[in-house]
């Protein structure tokens, strides 16, 4: 009898310590990031902050956002040369589609230029990371971000489309990683949030971006960006970066 309660309370305690370790997602002061403690990241919390802005300025003042998305940049990005470019990418604004879609390279700038605003509170944003190996395709792929992501975190299924969660605007559609295809420097790779699918697609393909900083970041207010473009100095951002299929 005191044998069976002894395995009981150790029973009830593994299963509080088991849910103790399981991954949460949690808002970040501020409200324009969701920390991941599966991962111990923070996901911007608009996972169409592009898509968002594009449909918040249009016209010539989204015009001039993406002018100084690239100029943040230097006007190129760098990559392993591949046919496209021998590595040195140069952007254009043909490299934004619309929606808040982009390719890789224009991907790549977008959260480059949220380094530069210091967005939410890090200047240390980047395009999520995969595993750069030829056998981590298909279905049920957790060991990149978005994959942990959409199977731990937010509990999605293969073949499903992708959960919101706490999140805003995510896309049921392909996000990009950061990561390059190497056996294929045309190509990079990609997650699939409409059906939880991971490869790696041509470069030049038009998919989302949804941006990913290291550890818990303590939000502050967001730029305004309208008053940036009043006072002319959303064109003259600067700085750098570059990226692979399947």
């Known amino acids: 009898m005191t044998h069976g309660k002894t395995l009981l309370i150790a029973s009830l305690l593994f299963s509080l310590i088991s849910l103790n370790a399981q991954a949460t997602l949690t808002t970040t002061v501020g409200g324009l990031g969701i920390y991941d403690s599966g991962l111990n990241t923070t996901w911007i919390q608009d996972a169409n902050l592009l898509g968002t802005w594009e449909g918040a300025y249009q016209s010539t003042s989204y015009n001039n956002i993406v002018t100084a998305i690239i100029n943040a940049s230097s006007g190129v990005i760098y990559d392993t040369p591949n046919a496209y470019d021998n590595g040195t990418y140069t952007l254009t604004a043909a ?127 967001e730029p305004n960006v309208i008053w940036l473009l009043g006072t002319g100095l959303l064109g003259f951002l600067g700085l750098k970066r570059r990226g692979n299929i399947g």
């Open 95 to 221: 490299d934004f589609g619309s929606g808040g879609r982009v390719d890789w390279w224009a991907g790549l700038a977008f959260v480059n230029y949220l380094d530069t605003q210091h967005y939410a509170g890090s200047s240390h944003w980047a395009l999520p990371t995969t595993p750069d190996n030829d056998a981590l395709y298909g279905y049920n792929q957790i060991s990149s971000q978005l994959g942990e992501l959409f199977y731990n975190e937010l509990g999605g299924t293969a073949g499903s489309s992708i959960s919101s969660g706490p999140f805003s605007n995510v896309q049921s559609s392909a996000y990009w990683s950061g990561t390059e295809y190497g056996t294929d420097p045309e190509g990079a790779w990609f997650f699939g949030t409409r059906n939880g699918y991971q490869d790696g697609n041509y470069k030049t393909s038009q998919f989302y971006a949804w941006a990913v900083s290291p550890g818990n970041v303590a939000a502050v207010p």
